[in-house]
């Protein structure tokens, strides 16, 4: 009746004492400390550069009381500064130079979608210039971005 349910007939008792000739136990568990700070360090560096690359141009854009669009890709953007000077994309090019960059980075060819971006204190001149070069090359799908009117 008096039986032992420990290790087979050693009478020792349990699994600390065969090992007792070799090395000490061994640590099976994994150190997650080192992995967290490193997230953390990650999420803090991604935190602050996530703004920075979305500044582009700095425009100070108009506002209207007009719905946002849906934007499923990325479109081609022009913006025209308070200075009057032009940027495809974020890189300054003459006006003369707009449409056979558009021409050459258009993707779906004349129905790419660009959207002409315009300074509140950029000539408006300026801003049609480049509105009608880009149209005439044929170019339909063209639009104005502002910035949604905020309720006071």
């Known amino acids: 009746m008096g039986m032992s349910v420990g ?5 020792r008792g349990g699994r600390g004492h065969r ?3 070799r090395q000490k136990g061994l640590i099976s568990e994994i150190n997650v400390t ?3 700070d490193v997230m953390l360090v990650l999420l803090i560096i ?6 920075l690359l979305t ?3 700095p425009i100070d854009l108009p506002e209207t009381q007009a719905k946002p669009m849906n934007a499923e890709t990325q479109p081609i953007t022009i913006s025209v500064n308070k200075e009057g000077q032009i940027y ?8 003369d130079e707009v449409v056979p960059k558009l021409t050459a980075i258009a993707k779906t060819g004349y ?5 002409v971006r315009g300074d509140t204190a950029a000539a408006y001149g ?3 210039k480049v509105m009608a070069r880009v149209s005439s090359a044929g170019f339909r799908n063209l639009g104005l971005i502002t910035l949604q009117e905020q309720d006071q």
Not at 46 to 51: C, I, L, T
């Open 55 to 57: 500044v582009g141009v």
């Open 46 to 51: 991604f935190m602050v550069a996530a703004p």
């Open 126 to 128: 300026t801003v049609m």
């Open 88 to 95: 495809l994309q974020e890189t300054e090019i003459p006006i």
């Open 19 to 21: 090992r007792r000739g």
């Open 34 to 36: 080192p992995f967290v």
């Open 111 to 115: 129905e790419e979608r660009i959207y």
């Open 7 to 11: 290790s087979a007939g050693s009478g």
